[in-house]
């Protein structure tokens, strides 16, 4: 079955940075958008960063523009979200999702189990 994997994330003071990284199995991965969304407590999940099956095209929201950076490498079938200059209010779970590159949570097939980002500030 697919399988998405998320790591990376933990306690880290404003201005500083994180590398999410999300692993995945059971589908093949060269062929599928990926994005990254976020829920913090209290509030929906939204969107923040994909990227194309090539690379080619990345997509952010404003929110995060500048400060993140969505990568992928198709032969280790990994995404990965560099965030730098984090704030307090990137304080979040951060979920890895396969099958779309659109900022919204209907247009993913498959999702992982998300990893907790805590900026202290």
């Known amino acids: 079955q697919v399988q998405l994997v998320e790591s990376g994330g933990g306690l880290v003071q404003a201005g500083g940075s994180l590398r999410l990284s999300c692993a995945a199995s059971?589908?093949?991965?060269?062929?599928?958008?990926m994005g990254w969304f976020r829920q913090a407590p209290g509030k929906e999940r939204e969107f923040v960063a994909a990227?194309?099956?090539?690379?080619?095209?990345?997509y952010y929201d404003d929110s995060v523009k500048g400060r993140f950076a969505i990568t992928r490498d198709n032969a280790r079938n990994t995404v990965y979200l560099q965030m730098n200059s984090l704030k307090p209010e990137d304080t979040a779970v951060y979920y890895c999702?396969?099958?779309?590159?659109?900022?919204?949570?209907?247009?993913?097939?498959?999702w992982g189990q998300g990893t907790q980002v805590t900026v202290s500030s």
């Open positions: 059971g589908l093949t991965f060269s062929m599928y958008g």
């Open positions: 990227i194309s099956w090539s690379g080619g095209g990345t």
């Open positions: 999702a396969a099958g779309s590159t659109v900022a919204v949570v209907r247009g993913y097939k498959y």
